[in-house]
């Protein structure tokens, strides 16, 4: 079967009945779970993004705070799915300014677990990736946005740059 374009899409759906839309929605929400939390976000959560920022803020202050710290596999890997969470959120909401606080947050609380970043390539890689993101999304904002993400971003930045020499060949 071949998936119909987006604009056939739309023009069926707009002359669908309201009725016949809200029982596509649903059987849609039915089939994904990204698809249920999409509509989740879309029809609570959307009209409020200060709240829905604080409640990821939230969720990801929790996974920082169980962090297996024992081996620095087990941090790449919550790592790792936590930017996976932040980006699925990013596309749900789809406003730059939410995307620079979740990943500002992400960086700030990196920064502060404890966890050695410029030890391992990998962590490293990660938040050096984050900030290239935030710099990609902020010359695109308006300059007084630019100013007031810009400090925090600078002290993330030194963070960054203030690696061991050598210290990624060691193994432990």
Known sequence: MKAATIHEIKQELLASKPARLTEL???LARFKKENKELLTYLLFEAHDEQGFISGI????DEMFSTINLSQLYFAKKTLRK???IINKYCRYSGIKETEIELRLHFCLNLKDSGIPIGQNP???NLYQNQLKKIN???KTLHED??????KDLIQLEEVGEKKRPGSIFRRR
């Open 25 to 27: 929605t649903l059987r």
């Open 57 to 60: 803020r939230i969720e990801i």
């Open 82 to 84: 936590m930017v996976r």
């Open 122 to 124: 990998v962590i490293s």
């Open 136 to 138: 990609s999304l902020l």
């Open 145 to 150: 946005l630019q100013h007031d993400y810009r």
